[in-house]
């Protein structure tokens, strides 16, 4: 009797034994079947997670995946790939239309410089020499962007001034210095119509304004005045003060940045004028002049076109008649307004 219960007890101890170890293989090859499976699909969704994070170039490695999961695997990547390709397509695009953005603010603004033959090539200096400033002052790329567009289209107001004013050969009269003012208010009517352009809108309505307030239009006084019409107002100087006007034949650079520093506190703003006389020394400013009248022979272009198409100049220029827009400029002129004499 005792026999035959040691027996069935061992019985039971093989097959608790066995059903142990059964269990034991089955748990091992689970764990085994859910990592075949399961570490491919974590790589997919470890990989879908860098696309959705905007890494388009990234791929799901096939290699040993069972051919379902390389099937998948593969239309993932091909759909990442279309993905790629597309917002490559969409960056050339919003590329291209950033340049043609760009050309037309600069043969526009070109043009508006054509309508007096002393100021060819204003716009784009006043801009080059602007962006000079702002980087000097340590300001953001976005914000040295912003201030050469701004720069570039500051006297754009000038399309509203009577021809005969832009192109008289000498002092104006006070009745004729009031119409000119006019165009810092004509240009920021004109600009603030554009909704992507809004924020250069004080640069163009403001360039004219003092330290001290006695500028104009609105004699805005001290940090009322927008840091970026602060920084165009210098540059601005600078230009014309360097280059042949009506009334002056263009100055060394040396005595436009000595007026620069005798305005400083009464016109200029101390901190911009400070920065850019570290412009000045260090090269900064000339490399920008230099560099900024390369373009002006394809901007003229274009903007003879734009005169002669649109119509900008005014209506005293006869039909037939060579562009009085744009005369040649004397080469000694342009040596003596952009370099050293
Ligand atoms: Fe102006």
New binding site residues.
């Given amino acids: 009797m005792t026999a035959a219960f040691a027996a069935v007890g061992r019985m039971i101890y093989r097959t608790v034994l066995i059903s142990l170890l059964l269990v034991a293989l089955a748990a091992f090859f689970a764990l085994l079947a859910s990592r075949w499976v399961g570490k491919p699909v974590q790589h997919l969704a470890e990989t879908s997670h860098e696309i959705a994070a905007g890494n388009f170039g990234q791929r799901v490695d096939t290699l040993g995946l069972t051919f379902e999961m390389a099937d998948l695997a593969d239309n993932f990547n091909r759909m990442s790939g279309h993905v790629e390709s597309y917002v490559e397509q969409l960056k050339r695009a919003a590329a291209a239309n950033r340049e043609l953005f760009i050309g037309s603010i600069r043969a526009f603004a070109a043009a508006i410089d054509a309508k007096d033959p002393y100021t060819r090539g204003h716009s784009e200096r006043v801009a080059a020499v602007s962006r000079s400033i702002a980087s000097s002052l340590g300001l953001e790329a976005d914000f040295q962007q912003h201030v050469w567009l701004g720069a570039l289209l500051?006297?754009v107001?000038?399309i509203g001034v009577d021809d005969r004013i832009l192109k008289k050969g000498g002092v104006l009269t006070p009745e004729e210095f009031d119409q000119m003012k006019l165009?810092?208010v004509i240009g920021a009517e004109i600009m603030a119509r554009i909704e992507q352009l809004r924020d250069i809108v004080p640069a163009i309505r403001w360039?004219?304004e003092n330290w001290n307030g006695r500028g104009y239009p609105d004699a805005l006084r001290g940090e009322d005045i927008p840091l970026i019409a602060r920084i165009i107002a210098v540059a601005?100087t600078f230009d014309a003060v360097t280059t042949s006007r009506p009334y002056q034949q263009a100055y060394t650079l040396e005595f436009a940045v000595e007026t620069i520093t005798k305005l400083t506190g009464t016109r200029f703003d101390a901190k911009i004028t400070t920065a850019f006389l570290k412009a000045f020394n260090t090269g900064l400013i000339e490399n920008a002049i230099r560099r900024a009248s390369q373009p002006t022979e394809q901007m003229e272009a274009s903007a003879a076109l734009m005169v002669s198409d649109v119509g900008i100049v005014g209506s005293s220029q006869a039909a037939g008649e060579p562009s009085a827009a744009l005369p040649p400029m004397p080469k000694e002129r342009r040596a003596t307004a952009r370099l050293k004499p």
Avoid: E, L
């Fill in positions: 500051h006297d107001g000038k165009h810092t360039h004219h601005d």
